[in-house]
């Protein structure tokens, strides 16, 4: 325990304030102690994970931080044929998970190879990249709700798993204690043809960095290289020597709108449909323009999941909802790679649009500062307003 942490030591970023309170639970019998006593003291709490994406005040948190650094990887029993069950503790670090999961031979999660942050997080996020997200491979989570003595099983059904979202993100309090996930065992088909195959490559972008079809299965070591390589072009791995690195990642969601405000778009905007099966209602931005309040259009937004399938012609929508490219609408706003406010130590990242960086020396103010702008930028020029994807803490959008 400390009282001179701050998040800036703590978090991806490199921002954020001083805390209160800092307490680290390394077993799950810690992890529900500590959360009992904090919630005893009446007073605020936040559970920390890898840090990667949270975005925190200058100000700093005045309450009890609960870092959670809980390790284990459990095989269990009673899964299908041709599959693995896994119990994972909340405070495994992602990306060692999936180069394990790699190792064994399990295939399922080696496309989201490279993702900063913990176990515990994944589920809170629904994380997914090049055509994988962890609503595919998701059984249920342990969770300890806010003020209960034991931590309660809960189902993926049970999580409303959307598009970067969940219950979980939409304020169920409590701290998630372990993740159960069900992927492909590969050991037979490795006895056959010498390799374990990964899923069907199911991103266009993925499939021409391997040089093979959608649809192709490929070894699931190739597939995490080939991911983390990718994701390093973009300064989307965690790299001292890369000061792209220091973000959250994407900052922005991509936004999902109506067919009719898809229209609207210039016709080399990219585009892709909403799974037909999905909620078939959003704001209209005429609605919020004439009152609408900003929070229910958000809240809107982050109830709806996306599909990555390739866009198709508007005339063949199978739907009314499509999502938008968030990278292309920043660019084409007229921000580019590297832009930052005069003055400011806070710029877009040289690699990719989407991501926020901290260029040595940044203010938590001056990350929301920019990212404003970029709020404002495209809403004046397309009408769309961008939904961050990190948690804010003791700061506003």
Same mark, same amino acid.
């Given at each position: 325990?400390?009282?001179?942490?701050?998040?800036?030591?703590?978090?991806?970023?490199?921002?954020?304030?001083?805390?209160?309170?800092?307490?680290?639970?390394?077993?799950?019998?810690? &992890?529900?102690?500590? @959360?009992?006593?904090?919630? !005893?003291?009446? #007073?605020?709490? %936040?559970? $920390? +994970?890898?840090?990667?994406?949270?975005?925190?005040?200058?100000?700093?948190?005045?309450?009890?931080?609960?870092?959670?650094?809980?390790?284990?990887?459990?095989?269990?029993?009673?899964?299908?044929?041709?599959?693995?069950?896994?119990?994972?503790?909340?405070?495994?670090?992602?990306?060692?998970?999936?180069?394990?999961?790699?190792?064994?031979?399990?295939?399922?999660?080696?496309?989201?190879?490279?993702?900063?942050?913990?176990?515990?997080?994944?589920?809170?996020?629904?994380?997914?990249?090049?055509?994988?997200?962890?609503?595919?491979?998701?059984?249920?989570?342990?969770? &300890?709700?806010?003020? @209960?003595?034991?931590?309660? !099983?809960?189902? #993926?059904?049970? %999580?409303? $798993? +959307?598009?970067?979202?969940?219950?979980?993100?939409?304020?169920?309090?409590?701290?998630?204690?372990?993740?159960?996930?069900?992927?492909?065992?590969?050991?037979?088909?490795?006895?056959?043809?010498?390799?374990?195959?990964?899923?069907?490559?199911?991103?266009?972008?993925?499939?021409?960095?391997?040089?093979?079809?959608?649809?192709?299965?490929?070894?699931?070591?190739?597939?995490?290289?080939?991911?983390?390589?990718?994701?390093?072009?973009?300064?989307?791995?965690?790299?001292?020597?890369?000061?792209?690195?220091?973000?959250?990642?994407?900052?922005?969601?991509?936004?999902?709108?109506?067919?009719?405000?898809?229209?609207?778009?210039?016709?080399? #905007?990219?585009?892709?449909?909403?799974?037909?099966?999905?909620?078939?209602?959003?704001?209209?931005?005429?609605?919020?323009?004439?009152?609408?309040?900003?929070?229910?259009?958000?809240?809107?937004?982050?109830?709806?999941?996306?599909?990555?399938?390739?866009?198709?012609?508007?005339?063949?929508?199978?739907?009314?909802?499509?999502?938008?490219?968030?990278?292309?609408?920043?660019?084409?706003?007229?921000?580019?790679?590297?832009?930052?406010?005069?003055?400011?130590?806070?710029?877009?990242?040289?690699?990719?649009?989407?991501?926020?960086?901290?260029?040595?020396?940044?203010?938590?103010?001056?990350?929301?500062?920019?990212?404003?702008?970029?709020?404002?930028?495209?809403?004046?020029?397309?009408?769309?307003?961008?939904?961050?994807?990190?948690?804010?803490?003791?700061?506003?959008?």
């Amino acid at each position: 325990m400390t009282d001179a942490t701050t998040f800036s030591e703590l978090t991806t970023l490199r921002v954020g304030g001083p805390i209160a309170r800092l307490v680290t639970a390394t077993t799950q019998r810690d &992890l529900v102690d500590l @959360a009992r006593e904090a919630w !005893r003291a009446d #007073a605020p709490w %936040l559970a $920390l +994970g890898g840090g990667s994406n949270l975005l925190v005040g200058d100000e700093g948190f005045d309450g009890t931080v609960i870092r959670v650094a809980t390790r284990g990887i459990e095989v269990l029993p009673g899964a299908a044929e041709g599959s693995v069950r896994l119990r994972v503790q909340a405070g495994e670090t992602w990306d060692d998970l999936v180069d394990w999961t790699v190792e064994q031979g399990f295939s399922g999660l080696e496309a989201l190879s490279g993702i900063p942050g913990s176990v515990g997080a994944a589920p809170v996020q629904n994380i997914g990249a090049y055509g994988q997200e962890l609503e595919a491979v998701l059984v249920g989570i342990e969770f &300890l709700d806010e003020g @209960a003595d034991a931590p309660r !099983r809960m189902t #993926a059904d049970e %999580l409303e $798993l +959307g598009y970067r979202t969940s219950v979980l993100k939409q304020g169920l309090a409590g701290i998630v204690v372990s993740v159960e996930l069900d992927l492909h065992d590969t050991s037979a088909e490795h006895a056959v043809l010498g390799e374990a195959l990964g899923q069907p490559i199911a991103y266009a972008q993925l499939a021409g960095a391997l040089g093979v079809q959608l649809g192709d299965r490929v070894p699931i070591a190739r597939v995490r290289e080939t991911v983390l390589a990718l994701r390093a072009s973009k300064g989307m791995v965690l790299d001292p020597d890369d000061p792209d690195s220091v973000s959250a990642g994407s900052f922005f969601t991509n936004p999902i709108v109506t067919e009719r405000v898809a229209r609207t778009m210039p016709a080399d #905007a990219p585009r892709w449909y909403v799974a037909p099966d999905e909620p078939d209602e959003v704001t209209p931005l005429s609605t919020l323009a004439s009152g609408t309040p900003l929070d229910a259009f958000l809240e809107l937004q982050a109830s709806l999941e996306a599909s990555d399938a390739p866009a198709e012609p508007l005339e063949n929508a199978p739907g009314p909802l499509v999502k938008l490219s968030a990278a292309w609408l920043i660019e084409q706003s007229g921000i580019r790679r590297g832009f930052a406010l005069p003055g400011s130590r806070a710029a877009i990242s040289s690699k990719h649009t989407l991501a926020l960086t901290n260029r040595g020396g940044a203010s938590a103010g001056e990350l929301v500062q920019l990212a404003r702008f970029v709020q404002q930028r495209v809403q004046s020029e397309f009408g769309i307003v961008l939904r961050p994807e990190p948690v804010l803490v003791g700061v506003e959008l």
